[in-house]
């Protein structure tokens, strides 16, 4: 503890902590002296050897005392003071051990310091005896890579070896022999090695005594299926043995393999193989049917329960059917010295009295020996008709009788997965023949021979010893029994035949929170070593060369070991001390024989003891009294006074001894050594020790008590027959298994404070306060499932089936429930003793409300101390509110109608109000009618008669009413579906019950009524919960909503937010809602059984109905996009239906009234290869249309009713037109005109379907060849889409104009457009978006047909017209079209013409006036053209397709020849012609062979005509292609000069050619077509005309 002022109860109160106080071993009557030379310096930890001490001060320094040999100056080898460590200076020291002549230290850093003596390597330093300074020890892990340094927790020595616990919980040795749990037999190890038998495992402690090793090992989580052998010795690991009215099943098989032998113990010993008689091989039915037991047979099987053990170290396996064998010499029988104990032990066994007072340490009346009777058949060959279950089974059956056949055959008791394991070890190692005895050590030791005679007395069970007598709870990590616990009672066997199916487990469900935090309770204990003195537990005096599990402390709780020179002391969660070894001196606290297996230690208190210390030949026992004060128990070695005759015989202690030391203080911790042991005492200043004491006491008594309760009350309840209904049964179990898990953190905490104890001892690091979640939790779920049994009437219902167990053990539970009235009935003191939990909050609240008077009100101590304390008792009070509404509500369904009971009753279901006093009606009621209100704190209840119906809370708004509304005391109640008027009879009573109702409503909505705030003080209760919440409802009512379930937000009472809406029948809306309709966006899905799949809509929704934009998937594979109204298909929309690989794949968009195609739309039938684009009507084409097919054939004019009727022209792929009346598709019936592709037509009447056959009556004509074209009648409509209303940020404003329109202002809206039109979310992009779909819808595909290009040119210049309408409703500043906007700064004028002939051009038009020509393709063209040039692009391919062949085989003709040739051929002027070129830097001439290299530039740059989009851009092109010309000749002429266009043409023609444009005819069309008109009479129209020129020129050239 920090002695600054306010982290201590007292700046001086330090001073009086670890106070060292030193006793004599072997006097107990003798006071205590002080540690002389010691000032007050405050020990947190103190370990003795044989003759020498190690002191841990709370700064971190380390102190030797006593004789200290090893330190080399003379005056150091015994000092009179304890001497300062120097070599652990600066070293922050947590831990420190000592061994017999050997210390060890753990600095803070986890490095393990070793000195002192050294003979056998126990300090990890090689060839030196003696270590006299405290050296570092390097332990390296080297199986990672590259090796770590392992940090170390904790050191434990030995006489000869050192333990060390590494943080990753695995054990590293170090010195010399077995006892190290090393693969090894070369000592001594100087270098620490890992004890890898324990890898794996999780370590908690480790122990050393003089030759032996302890750990302390956490379960492992999960058991793996236990195999019916041992794999290495090949014995069952499964035996049964009766044990008076119950049988008890053990695993706790030892391997004998591995066990240490001398050279003279290793000859030739046989054993003999003791096989079951052949009467236990009848078949199962006869022996099951026998109730008789055969005398000698029981003693055979009870003998049988050994193992084969060969001192050569190999095992004999043993046959499937023999269950063990039993060890025996190579000569006769009788000559064993074993076999009269052999015998005794049998007449034991087989007699319960006998065995009983066995078991009471009385000596039994010898009997006659059954040795020869017991082993009939000795060398009897093995059967291997039944499997080892079988036999097991069979050679009990004599032993168990009916009880475990029932039991076998009812399958209660699977043996293959039974979890109520024993321990069973091997014998000893048998004597030689002639009863001689040699062993290393001398066997003639009457010590060993009184070890031998107990271990052999111990074979009473199939483990030597039954070391589960104590055993009540089976708490066995591996229980799998159903409320069987560790013992089968006779009744329950005989009632196995009628197995119940209910499952009990009391293992609690670990919380990893609460095992992360808290010490572990879920051990075993692992011990190696030497064993002689039976100090290792396993039944035998054998030494172990590896870890072996002690079997029978498994599930004992076991939560700190400690080792004497041959003893060993195991401490558990029970504040109970299981002892084990040597016991010459009584040492062990008991006098209970074999001392070879952990007996409990028998001290002489009430209360349990929670600290032990091990010395040589002593124990001692720090246990809790009364007053918390604790007291120190001492058991062992006792030196006789000088009076005494014997004085070289020293005797030890029958029983623990109580040591006078109540007036030195508070013990903390007390450590042991061979003749001396100490205690470190606290001085109780201002009651903080005590507090912390007496916390710590209690909650160890209180988990004492827990436990008792859970084993001797809870564990029979529960095996209990007919406990009621599978719910209660249920809610009980659950009852059980938080009972359980409270019970296991009560255990952990005790343990934990036991440990806190000896440490600082600083307040806040106390866990109740840094985790005290974990406690209020805990305690919380526990009273939330005892009150809900309450609630049902659990108490009641356990009266009957329980009323014989609770009469038997009236007085146990008037005891535990710690009930004085003997009045009170049984249940009453049951419900008192399951609530006797909470009472343990208001102890916590207490004693830390205690320890926070120790403290200075202003330190942040007293705070935290005081706000734990209040909570605790909050939620100690809460508690106690919940169980009195628990038992309102169950006196509330004790009057209820039975009926209604059944049906409203609910585990977590509370009464807060009724208005069976009449005090609430409800308005315009029925003068004869019933109306009952019940409010719970999940629903209100309204109930007539014998009908009732439930409002959820949730979903209740409960408002008063003013008087003026006509409703005087009046309350108005709404639900999702009704809304009612109560009446109360007073002003009072309408308001208790609208304040219930709100804080009922309120807590509902929370969702936290089990759970009050922590930290003290309740929460601010709402003066009314709020009107709009988020809630859950089935709707019972609505037409629509029937049977639905909606989860979301609420307002007053309708759905209103967002939420999800699910009907029964699968369909789902989940989105936005306004006053209880689907409003807003949302996503509807509606399965469809007969596909198997759904409509899914996704959209948006007006009151209750699909409307506005959307996408609609139907389940049949169609998808809509478009615009809804009420639930329909409304406005524009994009149908498409199937896909490629489907039946009837087509696509439709267009226009849509009611659900039906309706104005203008375009249809892709994709399966006949048709397009139609026209008017529609109720779903089919009706009106002006167009049809093309992708096999060119073209239709324009009516239709009806979805076929061509009415006039038309038809178009084929040769040219071929009629132009006439048509009666269905593709049928000419009527007058009309047929025109060949060479201008020759027919007029007449004609009929039939075209392709087929068509007749005809009418005049044939051959028209002149110069007459012109009919001007055909074309119709095509136009469309126009909605758009959206959502925009993006940066185009949320539109940019304003102040001033006059300039071309900056200009270029802003253009940039303003294109950055619109690139976004959906803008309404410009939505509508540019759209168009764009409906261009590529009409014109891609069957739509690419060259009769529609110019209706596609038409289309482009519609849309450019209208758009441009809109900008400039949007920019009303821009001015209109053809409008001229100045220049800011004037032309540069000195760039000169490129064509003059022989009169200036220009002169003869006015010059017009500077400046830039607003025009809507200006604008526009940049934003629309990329977009729909492919489809455009394509049409105009597929019209210009014949000449463009022509132009392109002239091309690639004429482009054979060399350059000079073809400027020549051209009639280019030489003085044109270039004469050097400059190709990457160098000047070469130009050769008659030169190609491709004349006018490259200019090549080039008319090549990027074909990767520009727009006319103006493609402009540009070409004049940047004529500035590169003249370059070019500028620099070969080297002289200023004017084009004309005699000149220019023909070097013009030569770059069209080189160029090789393939689709120049598309390109010059396409300018032609949507070129801006003022740029045609131009210098840009000019130099245009001159590549069309071009074009032209070149489909006539011809090569002479």
Same mark, same amino acid.
């Given at each position: 503890m920090d002695s600054k002022k306010g982290s201590s109860p007292k700046a001086e109160g330090s001073k009086e902590r670890g106070l060292v106080h030193v006793w004599q071993a072997g006097s107990c009557s003798v006071t205590p002296e002080r540690l002389p030379g010691w000032g007050e310096r405050t020990v947190l930890q103190a370990a003795l050897g044989v003759k020498h001490g190690v002191l841990l001060t709370e700064d971190g320094a380390v102190y030797s005392f006593g004789a200290l040999p090893w330190r080399s100056a003379p005056a150091e080898a015994c000092p009179s003071s304890p001497v300062l460590e120097h070599a652990l200076a600066g070293q922050c020291v947590v831990a420190v051990a000592a061994g017999s002549f050997h210390s060890g230290a753990v600095t803070e850093g986890g490095v393990a310091y070793m000195w002192g003596e050294n003979s056998a390597g126990q300090c990890a330093v090689a060839n030196q005896p003696r270590v006299p300074e405290p050296s570092a020890v390097s332990i390296a892990d080297s199986e990672t890579s590259p090796s770590l340094a392992?940090?170390?927790v904790q050191l434990a020595c030995g006489e000869e070896h050192t333990l060390a616990l590494s943080i990753s919980r695995e054990?590293?040795?170090?010195?010399?022999?077995?006892?190290?749990?090393?693969m090894t037999t070369t000592f001594p190890v100087t270098k620490p090695q890992k004890v890898e038998h324990l890898a794996g495992r999780v370590v908690l402690q480790v122990a050393c005594g003089a030759f032996h090793s302890l750990a302390l090992v956490q379960c492992p989580p999960s058991q793996k299926p236990v195999p019916e052998r041992c794999n290495q010795c090949s014995q069952l690991l499964i035996t049964m043995t009766d044990k008076e009215d119950h049988v008890i099943i053990s695993d706790s098989h030892c391997c004998p393999l591995g066990v240490t032998l001398a050279e003279s113990q290793a000859e030739n010993q046989a054993s003999t193989a003791i096989s079951p008689s052949t009467e236990t091989r009848d078949s199962l039915g006869e022996v099951f049917e026998s109730t008789g037991v055969q005398h000698d047979l029981a003693v055979a099987n009870k003998l049988n329960v050994g193992h084969v053990h060969t001192t050569s170290g190999n095992a004999i396996p043993s046959p499937p059917d023999i269950i063990g064998t039993t060890e025996t010499s190579a000569g006769s029988i009788p000559s064993d010295p074993a076999a009269p104990a052999g015998s005794e032990l049998a007449q034991k066994l087989s007699d319960p009295s006998t065995r009983e007072n066995s078991e009471n340490h009385e000596k039994p009346v010898p009997s006659q020996p059954l040795v020869e009777e017991a082993v009939p058949n000795l060398h009897s060959p093995p059967t291997t008709s039944t499997s080892a279950l079988n036999s097991l089974v069979v050679s009990c059956a004599s032993a168990v009788g009916v009880r475990v056949a029932a039991t076998y055959e009812a399958g209660a008791l699977s043996l293959k997965k039974v979890m109520n394991f024993y321990s069973t070890a091997p014998c000893e190692p048998g004597a030689q023949a002639g009863g001689s005895s040699i062993g290393p050590e001398g066997l003639k030791d009457s010590r060993e021979e009184q070890v031998k005679q107990e271990s052999m007395q111990g074979k009473k069970s199939s483990s030597l010893v039954d070391i589960?007598?104590?055993?009540?709870?089976?708490?066995?990590?591996?229980?799998?029994?159903?409320?069987?616990?560790?013992?089968?009672?006779?009744?329950?066997?005989?009632?196995?035949?009628?197995?119940?199916?209910?499952?009990?487990?009391?293992t609690p469900t670990y919380s990893g929170e609460a095992d992360a935090l808290l010490p572990s309770l879920r051990t075993e204990v692992w011990t190696w070593g030497k064993g002689k003195e039976g100090q290792l537990g396993h039944g035998d005096v054998l030494p172990r060369l590896q870890p072996l599990c002690v079997k029978c402390l498994d599930g004992k709780e076991i939560i700190h070991l400690e080792a004497g020179g041959y003893h060993s002391l195991a401490l558990t969660a029970k504040s109970q001390v299981y002892s084990w070894g040597s016991n010459t001196f009584g040492q062990l606290g008991h006098?209970?024989?074999?001392?070879?297996?952990?007996?409990?230690?028998?001290?002489?208190?009430?209360?349990?003891?929670?600290?032990?210390?091990?010395?040589?030949?002593?124990?001692?026992?720090?246990?809790?009294?009364e007053d918390f004060q604790p007291g120190l128990y001492y058991s062992g070695r006792q030196d006789h006074t000088e009076g005494d005759n014997l004085p070289e015989n020293p005797s030890g202690t029958k029983a623990p001894v109580l040591l006078s030391c109540s007036k030195l203080g508070y013990i903390s911790r007390v450590a042991a050594g061979k003749d001396s042991y100490l205690a470190l005492v606290d001085k109780n200043i201002m009651g903080y020790i005590a507090s912390l004491h007496e916390l710590a006491a209690t909650e160890r008594r209180f988990y004492s008590k827990l436990s008792d309760i859970k084993s001797q009350i809870l564990r029979p309840l529960l095996s209990l027959e007919n406990l009621g209904t599978a719910s209660t049964v249920q809610l009980l179990q659950e009852v059980a298994s938080r009972f359980s898990?409270?019970?296991y953190l009560i255990g952990q905490h005790g343990a934990s404070l036991s440990s806190f104890l000896q440490g600082v001892k600083e307040a806040r690091s106390l866990v109740i306060l840094k985790h005290a979640s974990l406690f209020l939790d805990s305690y919380t779920e526990y009273c939330t499932s005892i009150t809900h049994f309450l609630v049902m009437g659990g108490f009641q219902l356990l009266a009957k089936p329980a009323i014989d167990f609770l009469n038997k053990n009236q007085e146990l539970l008037q005891d535990l429930s710690e009930v004085t009235d003997e009045n009170m009935q049984l249940i009453e003191i049951l419900n008192t003793l399951f609530f006797l939990p909470t009472r343990r909050l208001h102890n916590y609240a207490e004693v830390l409300l205690k320890l926070a008077t120790c403290f200075e009100v202003t330190s942040p101590e007293y705070q935290k101390l005081q706000d734990s304390s209040s909570c605790y008792e909050s939620l100690a009070l809460h508690l106690g509110r919940k169980r009195k509404e628990a038992e309102y509500t169950l006196g509330f369904w004790k009057t209820f109608p039975g009926k209604m009971t059944d049906s409203l009753r609910k585990p977590e279901r509370r009464l807060l109000c009724e208005s069976s006093n009449r005090a609430l009606s409800l308005q315009h009621a029925g003068r004869f009618s019933v109306n009952w209100f019940i409010l719970f704190n999940d629903a209100l209840v309204?109930?007539?008669?014998?009908?009732?119906?439930?409002?959820?809370?949730?979903?209740?708004?409960?408002?008063?009413?003013?008087?003026?509304?006509g409703a005087v005391n009046g309350l108005k109640i709404t639900t999702p579906e009704e809304q009612f008027t109560l009446i109360s009879s007073t002003p009072q009573e309408k308001t208790k019950w609208l304040r219930a109702l709100s804080q009922a409503v309120d807590q509902a909505l929370r969702g936290a009524s089990e759970h009050p705030p922590y930290g003290g003080g309740s929460s601010v209760q709402r003066q009314e919960p709020p009107i709009s919440r988020s809630a859950k409802y089935t709707f019972y009512k609505d037409p629509r909503l029937k049977d639905a379930t909606y989860d979301g937000r609420w307002f007053s009472g309708k759905p209103h937010g967002r939420g999800v809406l699910k009907w029964p029948d699968g369909k789902m809306y989940s989105g936005m809602f306004r006053n209880g309709l689907e409003d807003g966006y949302g996503e509807y899905r509606i399965p469809n059984k007969a596909l198997s799949k759904e409509d899914h809509y996704v959209g948006h929704w007006k009151e209750g109905k699909m409307c506005g934009q959307g996408v609609y998937s139907y389940a049949s594979g169609e998808v809509f996009e478009g615009c809804f109204q009420d639930n329909m298909r409304h406005g524009h929309g994009l149908l498409r239906s199937g896909k490629l690989t489907s039946s009837s794949p087509s696509m439709f968009i267009g226009q849509w009234v009611m659900d039906k195609k309706s104005g203008y739309g375009v249809f892709d039938d994709i399966t006949r290869g048709e397009k139609y684009m026209g008017m529609w009507q109720d779903d089919a084409c009706q009106g002006n249309g167009v049809v093309v097919t992708q096999f060119g054939l073209y239709y324009e004019g009516n239709f009806h009713l979805n076929k061509m009727m009415g006039n038309g022209v038809l178009l084929s792929e040769d040219d071929t037109i009629? %132009? +006439?009346? $048509? &009666?269905?598709? #593709?049928?000419?019936?009527? @007058?009309? *005109?047929? /025109?060949?592709?060479?201008?020759?037509?027919? %007029? +007449?009447? $004609? &009929?039939?379907? #075209?392709?087929?056959?068509? @007749?005809? *009556?009418? /005049?044939?004509?051959?028209?002149?060849?110069? %007459?012109?074209?009919?001007d055909k009648p074309k119709v095509f409509p136009e469309i126009l889409s909605r758009s959206q209303t959502q925009t993006l940020e940066s185009l949320e404003f539109i940019p304003q104009h102040v001033g006059a329109f300039s071309v900056e202002k200009y270029d802003d809206i253009k940039k303003y457009l294109i950055k619109a039109c690139d976004t959906p979310l803008h309404p410009l992009g939505r509508l540019v978006e759209t168009l764009v779909a409906v261009y590529r819808m009409t014109y891609v595909g069957v739509g690419a047909n060259r009769r529609l290009l110019q209706e596609a040119v038409k289309e482009i210049k519609s849309y450019l017209k209208r758009i441009f309408q809109l900008v400039r409703f949007l920019f009303p500043e821009l001015p209109e079209e053809g409008s001229t906007i100045p220049l800011s700064a004037p032309l540069p004028t000195e760039r000169k013409s490129f064509c003059t002939g022989k009169s200036d051009s220009r002169s003869e038009s006015p010059e017009p006036e500077p400046g830039y020509v607003v025009t809507s393709s200006g604008l526009l063209l940049p934003v629309l053209l990329p977009r729909l040039y492919p489809p455009l692009f394509m049409l105009y391919a597929l019209e210009n397709d014949r000449e463009e062949d022509i132009y392109w085989e002239c091309v690639l003709r004429l482009n054979k020849q060399p350059d000079i040739a073809l400027l020549g051929f051209l009639g280019v002027q030489r003085k044109f012609w270039p004469v050097t070129l400059s190709i990457l830097g160098e000047t070469k001439k130009v050769l008659p062979t030169t190609k491709d290299a004349c006018f490259a530039s200019a090549v080039e740059c008319l090549q990027q005509i074909s990767t520009t989009f727009t006319p103006s851009d493609k402009l540009k092109v070409i004049q940047q292609t004529f500035e590169e010309i003249s370059q070019g000749v500028l620099a070969s002429l080297q002289e200023d000069f004017l084009w004309s266009m005699d000149d220019?043409?023909?070097v013009f023609l030569y770059v069209v050619l080189r160029a090789r444009i393939r689709n120049l005819g598309s390109e010059v069309h396409l300018i032609e077509d949507l070129m801006d008109p003022y740029l045609q009479h131009g210098e840009q129209g000019i130099m245009f005309t001159t590549l069309k020129a071009c074009y032209y020129q070149i489909q006539r050239e011809k090569l002479n």
């Amino acid at each position: 503890m920090d002695s600054k002022k306010g982290s201590s109860p007292k700046a001086e109160g330090s001073k009086e902590r670890g106070l060292v106080h030193v006793w004599q071993a072997g006097s107990c009557s003798v006071t205590p002296e002080r540690l002389p030379g010691w000032g007050e310096r405050t020990v947190l930890q103190a370990a003795l050897g044989v003759k020498h001490g190690v002191l841990l001060t709370e700064d971190g320094a380390v102190y030797s005392f006593g004789a200290l040999p090893w330190r080399s100056a003379p005056a150091e080898a015994c000092p009179s003071s304890p001497v300062l460590e120097h070599a652990l200076a600066g070293q922050c020291v947590v831990a420190v051990a000592a061994g017999s002549f050997h210390s060890g230290a753990v600095t803070e850093g986890g490095v393990a310091y070793m000195w002192g003596e050294n003979s056998a390597g126990q300090c990890a330093v090689a060839n030196q005896p003696r270590v006299p300074e405290p050296s570092a020890v390097s332990i390296a892990d080297s199986e990672t890579s590259p090796s770590l340094a392992v940090r170390i927790v904790q050191l434990a020595c030995g006489e000869e070896h050192t333990l060390a616990l590494s943080i990753s919980r695995e054990i590293w040795a170090w010195g010399t022999g077995c006892q190290l749990g090393l693969m090894t037999t070369t000592f001594p190890v100087t270098k620490p090695q890992k004890v890898e038998h324990l890898a794996g495992r999780v370590v908690l402690q480790v122990a050393c005594g003089a030759f032996h090793s302890l750990a302390l090992v956490q379960c492992p989580p999960s058991q793996k299926p236990v195999p019916e052998r041992c794999n290495q010795c090949s014995q069952l690991l499964i035996t049964m043995t009766d044990k008076e009215d119950h049988v008890i099943i053990s695993d706790s098989h030892c391997c004998p393999l591995g066990v240490t032998l001398a050279e003279s113990q290793a000859e030739n010993q046989a054993s003999t193989a003791i096989s079951p008689s052949t009467e236990t091989r009848d078949s199962l039915g006869e022996v099951f049917e026998s109730t008789g037991v055969q005398h000698d047979l029981a003693v055979a099987n009870k003998l049988n329960v050994g193992h084969v053990h060969t001192t050569s170290g190999n095992a004999i396996p043993s046959p499937p059917d023999i269950i063990g064998t039993t060890e025996t010499s190579a000569g006769s029988i009788p000559s064993d010295p074993a076999a009269p104990a052999g015998s005794e032990l049998a007449q034991k066994l087989s007699d319960p009295s006998t065995r009983e007072n066995s078991e009471n340490h009385e000596k039994p009346v010898p009997s006659q020996p059954l040795v020869e009777e017991a082993v009939p058949n000795l060398h009897s060959p093995p059967t291997t008709s039944t499997s080892a279950l079988n036999s097991l089974v069979v050679s009990c059956a004599s032993a168990v009788g009916v009880r475990v056949a029932a039991t076998y055959e009812a399958g209660a008791l699977s043996l293959k997965k039974v979890m109520n394991f024993y321990s069973t070890a091997p014998c000893e190692p048998g004597a030689q023949a002639g009863g001689s005895s040699i062993g290393p050590e001398g066997l003639k030791d009457s010590r060993e021979e009184q070890v031998k005679q107990e271990s052999m007395q111990g074979k009473k069970s199939s483990s030597l010893v039954d070391i589960r007598e104590e055993e009540s709870e089976g708490g066995s990590r591996r229980l799998s029994l159903p409320g069987l616990l560790s013992q089968v009672s006779p009744r329950l066997l005989r009632k196995a035949a009628r197995v119940k199916t209910r499952t009990v487990v009391l293992t609690p469900t670990y919380s990893g929170e609460a095992d992360a935090l808290l010490p572990s309770l879920r051990t075993e204990v692992w011990t190696w070593g030497k064993g002689k003195e039976g100090q290792l537990g396993h039944g035998d005096v054998l030494p172990r060369l590896q870890p072996l599990c002690v079997k029978c402390l498994d599930g004992k709780e076991i939560i700190h070991l400690e080792a004497g020179g041959y003893h060993s002391l195991a401490l558990t969660a029970k504040s109970q001390v299981y002892s084990w070894g040597s016991n010459t001196f009584g040492q062990l606290g008991h006098s209970d024989f074999p001392t070879t297996v952990p007996r409990l230690a028998k001290v002489k208190s009430d209360n349990g003891v929670w600290s032990v210390a091990a010395g040589q030949d002593y124990s001692l026992f720090l246990v809790d009294t009364e007053d918390f004060q604790p007291g120190l128990y001492y058991s062992g070695r006792q030196d006789h006074t000088e009076g005494d005759n014997l004085p070289e015989n020293p005797s030890g202690t029958k029983a623990p001894v109580l040591l006078s030391c109540s007036k030195l203080g508070y013990i903390s911790r007390v450590a042991a050594g061979k003749d001396s042991y100490l205690a470190l005492v606290d001085k109780n200043i201002m009651g903080y020790i005590a507090s912390l004491h007496e916390l710590a006491a209690t909650e160890r008594r209180f988990y004492s008590k827990l436990s008792d309760i859970k084993s001797q009350i809870l564990r029979p309840l529960l095996s209990l027959e007919n406990l009621g209904t599978a719910s209660t049964v249920q809610l009980l179990q659950e009852v059980a298994s938080r009972f359980s898990k409270l019970c296991y953190l009560i255990g952990q905490h005790g343990a934990s404070l036991s440990s806190f104890l000896q440490g600082v001892k600083e307040a806040r690091s106390l866990v109740i306060l840094k985790h005290a979640s974990l406690f209020l939790d805990s305690y919380t779920e526990y009273c939330t499932s005892i009150t809900h049994f309450l609630v049902m009437g659990g108490f009641q219902l356990l009266a009957k089936p329980a009323i014989d167990f609770l009469n038997k053990n009236q007085e146990l539970l008037q005891d535990l429930s710690e009930v004085t009235d003997e009045n009170m009935q049984l249940i009453e003191i049951l419900n008192t003793l399951f609530f006797l939990p909470t009472r343990r909050l208001h102890n916590y609240a207490e004693v830390l409300l205690k320890l926070a008077t120790c403290f200075e009100v202003t330190s942040p101590e007293y705070q935290k101390l005081q706000d734990s304390s209040s909570c605790y008792e909050s939620l100690a009070l809460h508690l106690g509110r919940k169980r009195k509404e628990a038992e309102y509500t169950l006196g509330f369904w004790k009057t209820f109608p039975g009926k209604m009971t059944d049906s409203l009753r609910k585990p977590e279901r509370r009464l807060l109000c009724e208005s069976s006093n009449r005090a609430l009606s409800l308005q315009h009621a029925g003068r004869f009618s019933v109306n009952w209100f019940i409010l719970f704190n999940d629903a209100l209840v309204h109930a007539q008669f014998s009908t009732h119906h439930v409002f959820p809370l949730a979903t209740i708004w409960a408002e008063p009413l003013s008087e003026e509304a006509g409703a005087v005391n009046g309350l108005k109640i709404t639900t999702p579906e009704e809304q009612f008027t109560l009446i109360s009879s007073t002003p009072q009573e309408k308001t208790k019950w609208l304040r219930a109702l709100s804080q009922a409503v309120d807590q509902a909505l929370r969702g936290a009524s089990e759970h009050p705030p922590y930290g003290g003080g309740s929460s601010v209760q709402r003066q009314e919960p709020p009107i709009s919440r988020s809630a859950k409802y089935t709707f019972y009512k609505d037409p629509r909503l029937k049977d639905a379930t909606y989860d979301g937000r609420w307002f007053s009472g309708k759905p209103h937010g967002r939420g999800v809406l699910k009907w029964p029948d699968g369909k789902m809306y989940s989105g936005m809602f306004r006053n209880g309709l689907e409003d807003g966006y949302g996503e509807y899905r509606i399965p469809n059984k007969a596909l198997s799949k759904e409509d899914h809509y996704v959209g948006h929704w007006k009151e209750g109905k699909m409307c506005g934009q959307g996408v609609y998937s139907y389940a049949s594979g169609e998808v809509f996009e478009g615009c809804f109204q009420d639930n329909m298909r409304h406005g524009h929309g994009l149908l498409r239906s199937g896909k490629l690989t489907s039946s009837s794949p087509s696509m439709f968009i267009g226009q849509w009234v009611m659900d039906k195609k309706s104005g203008y739309g375009v249809f892709d039938d994709i399966t006949r290869g048709e397009k139609y684009m026209g008017m529609w009507q109720d779903d089919a084409c009706q009106g002006n249309g167009v049809v093309v097919t992708q096999f060119g054939l073209y239709y324009e004019g009516n239709f009806h009713l979805n076929k061509m009727m009415g006039n038309g022209v038809l178009l084929s792929e040769d040219d071929t037109i009629y %132009e +006439g009346e $048509f &009666s269905d598709d #593709w049928t000419l019936s009527g @007058k009309g *005109t047929l /025109t060949m592709p060479n201008g020759d037509y027919i %007029e +007449g009447y $004609f &009929s039939g379907e #075209w392709g087929s056959g068509i @007749k005809i *009556t009418g /005049t044939y004509f051959k028209p002149s060849l110069y %007459e012109s074209d009919k001007d055909k009648p074309k119709v095509f409509p136009e469309i126009l889409s909605r758009s959206q209303t959502q925009t993006l940020e940066s185009l949320e404003f539109i940019p304003q104009h102040v001033g006059a329109f300039s071309v900056e202002k200009y270029d802003d809206i253009k940039k303003y457009l294109i950055k619109a039109c690139d976004t959906p979310l803008h309404p410009l992009g939505r509508l540019v978006e759209t168009l764009v779909a409906v261009y590529r819808m009409t014109y891609v595909g069957v739509g690419a047909n060259r009769r529609l290009l110019q209706e596609a040119v038409k289309e482009i210049k519609s849309y450019l017209k209208r758009i441009f309408q809109l900008v400039r409703f949007l920019f009303p500043e821009l001015p209109e079209e053809g409008s001229t906007i100045p220049l800011s700064a004037p032309l540069p004028t000195e760039r000169k013409s490129f064509c003059t002939g022989k009169s200036d051009s220009r002169s003869e038009s006015p010059e017009p006036e500077p400046g830039y020509v607003v025009t809507s393709s200006g604008l526009l063209l940049p934003v629309l053209l990329p977009r729909l040039y492919p489809p455009l692009f394509m049409l105009y391919a597929l019209e210009n397709d014949r000449e463009e062949d022509i132009y392109w085989e002239c091309v690639l003709r004429l482009n054979k020849q060399p350059d000079i040739a073809l400027l020549g051929f051209l009639g280019v002027q030489r003085k044109f012609w270039p004469v050097t070129l400059s190709i990457l830097g160098e000047t070469k001439k130009v050769l008659p062979t030169t190609k491709d290299a004349c006018f490259a530039s200019a090549v080039e740059c008319l090549q990027q005509i074909s990767t520009t989009f727009t006319p103006s851009d493609k402009l540009k092109v070409i004049q940047q292609t004529f500035e590169e010309i003249s370059q070019g000749v500028l620099a070969s002429l080297q002289e200023d000069f004017l084009w004309s266009m005699d000149d220019l043409f023909p070097v013009f023609l030569y770059v069209v050619l080189r160029a090789r444009i393939r689709n120049l005819g598309s390109e010059v069309h396409l300018i032609e077509d949507l070129m801006d008109p003022y740029l045609q009479h131009g210098e840009q129209g000019i130099m245009f005309t001159t590549l069309k020129a071009c074009y032209y020129q070149i489909q006539r050239e011809k090569l002479n």
